[in-house]
């Protein structure tokens, strides 16, 4: 006899879904290409098999966030190219030059090396000049735009394709976001005095779904993918959810008044509590900082509190108002009753840091 047990806690990931939201991206900037952006995981939702399903929708590129992830792109078998979002380190670009992925830079030394690179593998390597326009994280100044834009355009191995930025504060300061908007546009100005540039982009699903940056005609949907909107627009409650995050009740206790529950016996029941035992700790991503926050559970049609400390591999929760709660039900801890941003919120993190830190442990069922 060969029975495989079910595991103890899991995410279903609904694939339809992220497809919507794609299209719900496409009708927001009809005219403008998409790269939808699928790093750490298509954000905890499953690299290749969200890569698997939209890749037949015909876009510009895939996201990704290094030469590992690009990699995984390639032995998918996708006919959409990986772009690797961020700078690159020496150690990566001979594997990025000959596998032909897309990439930025940021200064005159990466794109020489690119150059150097692409002029030993006997062909030429695409590129995107990164621009500086308020992120401080990677990209030229535009200060230094002028300057390096000849020196680039002298590199005969490589192809500028196109020109990137990235907003750091669209869902919080609009107004600094329109001013880094005219930013960009001087850069590109800049830019196209050298380079015949196919691709402009700034915009992620903040931008996308809260400015017009009439220069651009890329945008790099992430979050919104996922279902959530980081502001808030007219595509309100027409995104779908993608993720239900679920446990089971592993056992079910009385506890006299006066008990500690979970380590450093911060929660002491007040009244004889019935308690929950749930088979998902901060092992499985579910944030320790949910420990204390008000943070509840769904079971049998019931909202339960969390009680205590999250643990490593499970927490624990108070039933004493759901007396049919027994030992394997069901656990919602992310889904329809329970939204990711409320979970967030009650941890004081943002809800990129809850999807992405959903840990290998949990099996993805899609």
Same mark, same amino acid.
């Given at each position: 006899m060969n029975h495989e047990s079910p595991p103890r806690a899991w995410v279903d990931v609904d694939l339809e879904a992220i497809a919507h939201n794609l299209d719900i991206a496409r009708q927001?900037? /009809? #005219?403008?290409?998409?790269? /939808?952006?699928i790093k750490a995981g298509a954000y905890g939702h499953g690299l290749e098999p969200v890569a698997r399903r939209l890749d037949a929708d015909g876009i510009a590129y895939f996201g990704v966030a290094n030469a590992g992830e690009a990699r995984r792109i390639s032995r998918a078998n996708l006919r959409t190219r990986p772009f690797i979002l961020g700078p690159t380190i020496p150690d990566e670009r001979e594997e990025i030059v000959s596998q032909g992925w897309c990439c930025t830079v940021s200064t005159l030394e990466e794109a020489r090396h690119f150059n150097s690179l692409a002029a030993l593998a006997g062909h030429r390597f695409t590129v995107h000049v990164a621009v500086d326009t308020g992120m401080g994280r990677e990209g030229f100044l535009p200060a230094e735009l002028g300057e *390096?834009? /000849?020196? %680039?355009? *002298? %590199?005969?191995h490589l192809d500028v394709e196109g020109v990137m930025s990235h907003f750091p504060a669209a869902d919080e300061d609009v107004p600094f976001t329109q001013a880094e908007i005219g930013v960009f546009t001087d850069c590109v100005a800049q830019l196209q005095q050298h380079f015949n540039l196919r691709y402009r982009h700034i915009a992620a699903s903040a931008g996308e779904l809260g400015y017009e940056v009439p220069i651009a005609n890329l945008a790099r949907p992430g979050l919104l993918l996922y279902g959530v909107a980081p502001m808030a =627009?007219?595509?309100d409650g027409v995104l779908r959810p993608t993720l239900r995050l679920s446990s089971r009740v592993s056992l079910v206790r009385e506890l006299p008044a006066g008990h500690g529950v979970a380590y450093g016996r911060t929660y002491m029941t007040e009244r004889p509590t019935r308690?929950?035992?749930? $088979?998902? $700790?901060? *092992? #499985? $991503? !579910? =944030?320790?900082?949910?420990? $204390? =926050?008000g943070a509840r559970v769904y079971i049998r049609g019931h909202y339960c509190p969390m009680l205590g400390r999250v643990t490593m591999d499970q927490i624990m929760a108070d039933v004493t108002d759901a007396p049919e709660v027994a030992p394997g039900d069901e656990v919602e801890l992310i889904g329809p009753h329970i939204p990711v941003t409320e979970v967030a919120e009650r941890a004081g993190t943002?809800? !990129?840091?809850i999807f992405t830190g959903l840990g290998p442990r949990l099996p993805r069922n899609y």
């Open positions: 927001a900037l /009809p #005219d403008t290409a998409l790269m /939808p952006v *390096a834009a /000849p020196q %680039l355009a *002298a %590199l005969e =627009s007219i595509y308690v929950a035992t749930i $088979g998902i $700790g901060y *092992a #499985d $991503g !579910w =944030s320790r900082r949910l420990s $204390g =926050s943002i809800v !990129w840091e």
